[in-house]
T-cell receptor, first 113, second 114 residues
Framework: DAKTTQPPSMDCAEGRAANLPCNHS???????VYWYRQIHSQGPQYIIH???NNETNEMASLIITEDRKSSTLILPHATLRDTAVYYC??????????????FGSGTQLTVLP | NAGVTQTPKFQVLKTGQSMTLQCAQD?????MYWYRQDPGMGLRLIYY???????DKGEVPNGYNVSRLNKREFSLRLESAAPSQTSVYFC?????????????FGPGTRLTVL
Protein backbone atom coordinates (compact mmCIF):
# COMPACT_ATOMS: atom_id res chain seq x y z
CA ASP A 1 0.00 0.00 0.00
CA ALA A 2 1.17 3.54 -0.75
CA LYS A 3 2.71 5.57 2.05
CA THR A 4 1.00 8.76 3.20
CA THR A 5 2.37 11.94 4.77
CA GLN A 6 0.29 14.21 6.97
CA PRO A 7 1.16 17.21 9.18
CA PRO A 8 1.28 16.14 12.82
CA SER A 9 -1.08 18.84 14.05
CA MET A 10 -3.41 21.64 12.94
CA ASP A 11 -5.71 24.15 14.62
CA CYS A 12 -8.99 25.46 13.29
CA ALA A 13 -11.46 28.03 14.62
CA GLU A 14 -14.91 26.76 15.46
CA GLY A 15 -17.35 27.37 12.60
CA ARG A 16 -14.61 27.69 10.00
CA ALA A 17 -13.63 25.10 7.42
CA ALA A 18 -10.89 22.68 8.40
CA ASN A 19 -8.68 21.61 5.51
CA LEU A 20 -6.51 18.60 6.24
CA PRO A 21 -3.85 17.74 3.64
CA CYS A 22 -2.38 14.37 2.78
CA ASN A 23 0.45 13.51 0.41
CA HIS A 24 0.47 10.10 -1.29
CA SER A 25 2.90 10.58 -4.14
CA UNK A 26 3.45 6.83 -4.69
CA UNK A 27 -0.24 5.99 -5.06
CA UNK A 28 -1.02 3.49 -7.77
CA UNK A 29 -3.96 3.40 -10.14
CA UNK A 30 -6.07 0.91 -8.19
CA UNK A 31 -5.62 2.51 -4.78
CA UNK A 32 -8.31 4.46 -3.03
CA VAL A 33 -7.85 7.27 -0.52
CA TYR A 34 -9.69 6.69 2.76
CA TRP A 35 -10.08 9.03 5.70
CA TYR A 36 -10.81 7.93 9.25
CA ARG A 37 -10.77 9.90 12.46
CA GLN A 38 -10.28 8.94 16.08
CA ILE A 39 -11.77 11.02 18.81
CA HIS A 40 -9.85 10.71 22.06
CA SER A 41 -10.16 7.26 23.65
CA GLN A 42 -12.67 6.03 21.07
CA GLY A 43 -12.37 3.62 18.17
CA PRO A 44 -11.63 5.07 14.72
CA GLN A 45 -14.58 6.23 12.63
CA TYR A 46 -14.84 6.09 8.85
CA ILE A 47 -15.33 9.48 7.20
CA ILE A 48 -15.06 9.22 3.44
CA HIS A 49 -13.16 7.61 0.58
CA UNK A 50 -12.46 8.34 -3.08
CA UNK A 51 -10.54 7.22 -6.15
CA UNK A 52 -10.07 10.23 -8.40
CA ASN A 53 -13.25 12.26 -8.34
CA ASN A 54 -14.07 14.66 -5.56
CA GLU A 55 -16.48 13.16 -3.05
CA THR A 56 -18.89 14.65 -0.55
CA ASN A 57 -21.03 13.13 2.18
CA GLU A 58 -22.80 14.38 5.28
CA MET A 59 -19.55 14.55 7.23
CA ALA A 60 -16.95 15.95 4.85
CA SER A 61 -15.66 16.57 1.35
CA LEU A 62 -12.63 14.91 -0.22
CA ILE A 63 -10.67 16.73 -2.88
CA ILE A 64 -8.14 14.62 -4.82
CA THR A 65 -5.67 16.33 -7.15
CA GLU A 66 -5.74 15.43 -10.82
CA ASP A 67 -2.44 13.52 -10.57
CA ARG A 68 -3.79 11.80 -7.41
CA LYS A 69 -0.57 12.47 -5.53
CA SER A 70 -2.30 14.43 -2.79
CA SER A 71 -5.72 15.02 -1.29
CA THR A 72 -7.49 17.31 1.15
CA LEU A 73 -10.22 16.44 3.60
CA ILE A 74 -12.54 19.36 4.22
CA LEU A 75 -14.79 19.70 7.25
CA PRO A 76 -16.95 22.62 6.11
CA HIS A 77 -18.01 23.99 9.50
CA ALA A 78 -15.79 22.57 12.20
CA THR A 79 -17.21 22.11 15.69
CA LEU A 80 -15.49 21.34 18.97
CA ARG A 81 -16.61 17.72 18.56
CA ASP A 82 -14.47 17.46 15.43
CA THR A 83 -11.32 17.64 17.56
CA ALA A 84 -9.66 14.30 16.79
CA VAL A 85 -6.75 12.59 15.06
CA TYR A 86 -7.44 12.29 11.34
CA TYR A 87 -5.88 9.45 9.38
CA CYS A 88 -5.35 9.40 5.63
CA UNK A 89 -5.01 5.82 4.35
CA UNK A 90 -4.30 4.60 0.83
CA UNK A 91 -5.14 1.03 -0.13
CA UNK A 92 -6.54 -1.01 -2.98
CA UNK A 93 -10.21 -1.72 -3.33
CA UNK A 94 -11.12 -4.86 -1.43
CA UNK A 95 -10.56 -7.73 -3.80
CA UNK A 96 -12.72 -10.30 -2.06
CA UNK A 97 -10.43 -11.01 0.86
CA UNK A 98 -10.09 -8.86 3.91
CA UNK A 99 -7.69 -5.96 3.53
CA UNK A 100 -6.37 -4.41 6.64
CA UNK A 101 -6.07 -0.67 7.18
CA UNK A 102 -2.56 0.66 7.73
CA PHE A 103 -2.75 3.61 10.10
CA GLY A 104 0.07 6.12 10.24
CA SER A 105 0.36 8.74 12.94
CA GLY A 106 -2.28 11.06 11.44
CA THR A 107 -3.02 14.75 12.03
CA GLN A 108 -4.23 15.98 15.40
CA LEU A 109 -6.91 18.55 14.58
CA THR A 110 -7.82 20.86 17.42
CA VAL A 111 -10.92 23.01 16.94
CA LEU A 112 -10.64 26.16 19.01
CA PRO A 113 -13.64 28.03 20.48
CA ASN B 1 -27.95 -2.09 16.21
CA ALA B 2 -25.20 -2.07 18.83
CA GLY B 3 -22.53 -2.21 16.10
CA VAL B 4 -19.25 -3.63 17.41
CA THR B 5 -19.08 -4.41 21.11
CA GLN B 6 -16.01 -5.34 23.14
CA THR B 7 -15.58 -6.75 26.62
CA PRO B 8 -14.07 -5.97 29.01
CA LYS B 9 -13.53 -2.21 28.76
CA PHE B 10 -10.58 -2.26 31.15
CA GLN B 11 -8.31 -5.03 32.41
CA VAL B 12 -5.20 -5.24 34.55
CA LEU B 13 -3.11 -8.41 34.37
CA LYS B 14 0.07 -9.61 35.98
CA THR B 15 2.91 -10.85 33.79
CA GLY B 16 2.27 -14.44 32.77
CA GLN B 17 -1.49 -14.38 33.26
CA SER B 18 -3.79 -15.24 30.40
CA MET B 19 -7.02 -13.67 29.24
CA THR B 20 -9.42 -13.48 26.32
CA LEU B 21 -10.77 -10.28 24.83
CA GLN B 22 -14.24 -10.67 23.39
CA CYS B 23 -15.65 -8.94 20.32
CA ALA B 24 -19.08 -9.23 18.70
CA GLN B 25 -20.80 -7.46 15.82
CA ASP B 26 -24.47 -7.43 14.85
CA UNK B 27 -24.10 -6.01 11.33
CA UNK B 28 -23.81 -9.40 9.57
CA UNK B 29 -20.28 -8.51 8.46
CA UNK B 30 -18.03 -11.19 7.03
CA UNK B 31 -14.65 -9.78 8.04
CA MET B 32 -13.37 -8.99 11.51
CA TYR B 33 -10.10 -7.55 12.78
CA TRP B 34 -8.06 -7.04 15.92
CA TYR B 35 -5.78 -3.99 16.22
CA ARG B 36 -3.62 -2.67 19.02
CA GLN B 37 -2.79 0.97 19.63
CA ASP B 38 0.14 1.98 21.79
CA PRO B 39 0.27 5.49 23.30
CA GLY B 40 0.77 8.19 20.65
CA MET B 41 0.85 5.64 17.84
CA GLY B 42 -1.44 4.58 15.03
CA LEU B 43 -3.26 1.25 15.02
CA ARG B 44 -1.44 -1.93 14.09
CA LEU B 45 -3.19 -5.07 12.88
CA ILE B 46 -2.75 -8.17 15.03
CA TYR B 47 -4.99 -10.73 13.33
CA TYR B 48 -7.92 -10.69 10.99
CA UNK B 49 -10.63 -13.05 9.81
CA UNK B 50 -11.78 -12.61 6.23
CA UNK B 51 -14.78 -14.85 6.78
CA UNK B 52 -16.17 -17.32 9.26
CA UNK B 53 -13.75 -20.19 9.66
CA UNK B 54 -10.63 -18.36 8.50
CA UNK B 55 -8.01 -16.34 10.35
CA ASP B 56 -4.75 -14.74 9.24
CA LYS B 57 -1.84 -12.96 10.85
CA GLY B 58 -1.48 -9.24 10.60
CA GLU B 59 1.50 -7.01 11.30
CA VAL B 60 2.08 -7.90 14.99
CA PRO B 61 0.69 -11.41 15.75
CA ASN B 62 3.33 -12.68 18.18
CA GLY B 63 1.97 -13.44 21.65
CA TYR B 64 -1.65 -13.62 20.50
CA ASN B 65 -4.13 -16.19 19.27
CA VAL B 66 -7.58 -15.67 17.82
CA SER B 67 -10.78 -17.61 17.35
CA ARG B 68 -13.57 -16.82 14.93
CA LEU B 69 -16.28 -18.51 16.95
CA ASN B 70 -19.06 -17.77 14.47
CA LYS B 71 -19.95 -14.97 12.09
CA ARG B 72 -20.69 -12.57 14.96
CA GLU B 73 -17.81 -13.23 17.34
CA PHE B 74 -14.03 -12.90 17.10
CA SER B 75 -11.94 -13.33 20.24
CA LEU B 76 -8.31 -12.45 20.98
CA ARG B 77 -6.36 -14.48 23.52
CA LEU B 78 -3.18 -13.59 25.36
CA GLU B 79 -1.73 -16.88 26.62
CA SER B 80 1.04 -15.40 28.78
CA ALA B 81 0.73 -11.64 29.10
CA ALA B 82 3.83 -9.45 28.98
CA PRO B 83 4.26 -5.76 29.86
CA SER B 84 4.91 -5.07 26.15
CA GLN B 85 1.29 -6.03 25.51
CA THR B 86 0.03 -3.08 27.52
CA SER B 87 -2.07 -1.29 24.95
CA VAL B 88 -5.56 -0.40 23.81
CA TYR B 89 -7.12 -3.16 21.74
CA PHE B 90 -9.70 -2.41 19.08
CA CYS B 91 -11.91 -4.85 17.27
CA UNK B 92 -13.40 -3.95 13.89
CA UNK B 93 -15.64 -5.50 11.27
CA UNK B 94 -16.39 -4.93 7.63
CA UNK B 95 -18.45 -6.38 4.83
CA UNK B 96 -17.05 -7.84 1.63
CA UNK B 97 -20.21 -7.41 -0.34
CA UNK B 98 -19.64 -3.76 -1.21
CA UNK B 99 -16.87 -2.51 -3.45
CA UNK B 100 -14.97 -0.78 -0.70
CA UNK B 101 -14.08 -1.93 2.75
CA UNK B 102 -15.29 0.54 5.37
CA UNK B 103 -14.40 -0.78 8.80
CA UNK B 104 -16.50 -0.24 11.90
CA PHE B 105 -14.65 -0.15 15.19
CA GLY B 106 -15.58 -1.06 18.73
CA PRO B 107 -14.90 1.17 21.76
CA GLY B 108 -11.69 -0.61 22.72
CA THR B 109 -10.30 -2.59 25.65
CA ARG B 110 -7.63 -0.88 27.74
CA LEU B 111 -5.19 -3.52 28.94
CA THR B 112 -2.39 -2.99 31.44
CA VAL B 113 0.12 -5.75 32.13
CA LEU B 114 2.15 -5.27 35.29
Amino acid sequence: DAKTTQPPSMDCAEGRAANLPCNHSTISGNEYVYWYRQIHSQGPQYIIHGLKNNETNEMASLIITEDRKSSTLILPHATLRDTAVYYCIVRPLSSGSARQLTFGSGTQLTVLP
Amino acid sequence: NAGVTQTPKFQVLKTGQSMTLQCAQDMNHNSMYWYRQDPGMGLRLIYYSASEGTTDKGEVPNGYNVSRLNKREFSLRLESAAPSQTSVYFCASSTRTSGYNEQFFGPGTRLTVL
